[in-house]
């Protein structure tokens, strides 16, 4: 059974950092495409950051040059290291993985196969 438990989540200020974290169980990272999401009230899900098993990477434009995605093969865990952190970034973030090695990096929800439970972030200014 696969599971995804997302933790990292916080309040920081107007240009501060968090750093998220995705641990991953009955899956191995290495594998599969995975990818960050987040959602605000009353928003729509957005797709952040996605990566592929050979560690090709793309980016929503609104997080490019401040967000970084990389997975720890090791430790079965996918992360986003958020620096420049704006208001406009407070959601519930996500992290959400495929079911088949045949994938590509991509940002559209309809894509992932498993979802975390999400973790807080919100930037105040």
């Known amino acids: 059974q696969v599971q995804l438990v997302e933790s990292g989540g916080g309040s920081v200020q107007d240009g501060g950092s968090l750093r998220l974290s995705c641990a991953a169980s009955g899956y191995t990272v290495s594998n599969y495409c995975m990818a960050w999401f987040r959602q605000a009230p009353g928003k729509e899900r957005e797709g952040v950051a996605a990566?592929?098993?050979?560690?090709?990477?793309a980016y929503a434009d609104s997080v490019k040059g401040r967000f970084t995605i990389s997975k720890d093969n090791a430790k079965d865990t996918l992360y986003l290291q958020m620096n420049s952190l704006k208001p406009e970034d407070t959601a519930m973030y996500y992290c959400?993985?495929?079911?088949?090695?045949?994938?590509?990096?991509?940002?559209?929800?309809?894509?992932?196969?498993?979802w975390g439970q999400g973790t807080q972030v919100t930037v105040s200014s």
């Open positions: 959400a993985s495929v079911r088949s090695v045949y994938c590509s990096v991509r940002l559209e929800s309809y894509v992932y196969n498993y």
């Open positions: 990566i592929d098993r050979y560690g090709m990477t």
